[in-house]
């Protein structure tokens, strides 16, 4: 398998979709969609897996594409052995239709790799995730890997974490849903914010986890992430929130130019 740098070492290349090993030659793909440029991204992400490896599963739309290639390296016998750690319900499905022979944390607490979207990254490889709603597991199943591989298009970077002014989830428990939603809207860690519970229909969205989602949408970057996530988590019926902080080891960042490969110059915190 491919591998480019090791975990600490700082990397920032164009690489070759033709030529994995490469790190200076670029690929032109001016002419790609946007669907392309997340398959690009999700392959290359599939070259950190190799056989006899437990695998963590991501969700939504760029991480499929990633299960979907495990699946067919698996029926051409060039993966084997492997265990996938899906982190949703729609992951699962898709995995064992597939026939990746499947397991939960509690089967296979420690993970070598997991590879995920995200729906924001910043310049430090901090990501926002969980506009599909499946943010808590995902977050278990990636901060138990050895290495958690992101993959993006690059529509996804961002100066600031919220600067897409997009949804910046948080999972909450049903009771009394309305109190912490108001709770969340004064912090003053994340102030200026609009939050919104999210609904399916007319009726509140639920997740895997059978809780409530908030949606937190910002006009300005986030200032201070650290701080955010801290006030966050410190309100009682907050069950956990969309900002992956020092999670990211990888980046791979598909774009019109290229793929690009980042990784983070520090290891992550656990």
């Given at each position: ?28 793909m ?8 997340k398959?690009?991204?999700a392959w290359?992400?599939v070259e950190?897996?190799?056989?006899n490896m437990v ?21 051409e ?10 982190t949703?319900?729609?992951t ?8 990746i022979?499947?397991?939960t944390?509690d ?13 924001e ?16 597991r995902e977050?278990m199943?990636?901060m ?14 961002v ?15 049903q ?6 939603l108001?709770?969340?809207a ?6 200026g ?8 229909g ?10 409530f ?16 996530s ?10 956990d929130?969309?900002?992956f902080l020092?999670?990211v080891?990888?980046?791979i960042?598909?774009?019109?130019t290229g ?12």
């Amino acid at each position: 398998m491919a591998a480019f740098g090791t975990k600490g070492a700082t990397l920032n290349s164009k690489v070759a979709i033709s030529r994995p090993c490469s790190r200076r030659s670029v690929v032109t793909m001016a002419s790609l969609s946007q669907d392309e440029l997340k398959k690009q991204a999700a392959w290359k992400a599939v070259e950190y897996v190799s056989s006899n490896m437990v695998v963590g599963l991501g969700t939504g739309s760029t991480a499929a594409f990633a299960v979907d290639r495990i699946g067919q390296l698996m029926k051409e016998g060039k993966l084997t052995n492997i265990i996938g750690v899906p982190t949703s319900i729609r992951t699962y499905e898709q995995a064992k239709a597939l026939g990746i022979p499947l397991a939960t944390l509690d089967d296979q607490p420690h993970i070598d790799v997991a590879i995920d979207g995200a729906d924001e990254v910043d310049p430090n490889l901090d990501v926002v995730k969980g506009r599909g709603g499946a943010l808590l597991r995902e977050k278990m199943v990636e901060m138990a890997s050895d290495k958690f591989v992101c993959i993006v298009d690059d529509s996804k970077m961002v100066s600031g974490l919220g600067g897409s002014k997009l949804a910046m989830p948080i999972e909450i428990v049903q009771f009394c849903h309305k109190y912490t939603l108001s709770r969340l809207a004064k912090l003053s860690e994340v102030a200026g914010c609009e939050a919104k519970l999210r609904m399916e229909g007319d009726k509140p969205y639920v997740t895997d986890n059978h809780n409530f989602i908030v949606d937190l949408y910002f006009q300005e970057p986030i200032k201070d992430g650290r701080k955010a996530s801290d006030a966050i988590l410190a309100l009682e019926g907050v069950v956990d929130h969309g900002l992956f902080l020092d999670m990211v080891d990888v980046c791979i960042i598909a774009g019109k130019t290229g793929v690009e490969v980042k990784e983070r110059p520090h290891p992550k915190k656990k």
